[in-house]
């Protein structure tokens, strides 16, 4: 069936950065559109950005728009998550999903599949 595995989440000083990796096996993102989600507690979860099923072009939330950048790399079969000058608000469980809905936003459709997540806390 495959699967999606996240890392590079962590402990970050607000301000700093970190890069999240979101790597696939068992399939290929060939065709599909890649999101990143956040979930923080007590909140929904949040779409933040993703990038397009032909891999062209990417969309990113008002929230982390300037300060984070989705990208691919086909090759090595994985989506990236830059994510600089971080706030505490940043802070949540951060989740990738392939074969999303990314245009005017970020969602899943109900087929999407998903990684387990990897926290991010950002502290001040």
């Known amino acids: 069936e495959g699967q999606l595995v996240e890392s590079g989440g962590g402990l970050v000083q607000a301000g700093g950065s970190l890069r999240l990796s979101c790597a696939a096996s068992g399939f290929t993102f060939d065709g599909y559109a890649i999101g990143w989600f956040r979930q923080a507690p007590g909140q929904e979860r949040e779409g933040i950005s993703c990038i397009s099923s032909d891999h062209r072009s990417t969309y990113s939330a008002d929230s982390v728009k300037g300060r984070f950048t989705v990208s691919i790399d086909n090759a090595k079969k994985t989506v990236y998550l830059q994510m600089n000058s971080l706030k505490s608000e940043d802070t949540a469980v951060y989740y990738c999903?392939?074969?999303?809905?990314?245009?005017?936003?970020?969602?899943?459709?109900?087929?999407?599949?998903w990684g387990r997540g990897t926290q991010v806390t950002v502290s001040t």
């Open positions: 999903a392939a074969d999303v809905l990314c245009g005017f936003g970020v969602r899943d459709h109900g087929l999407s599949r």
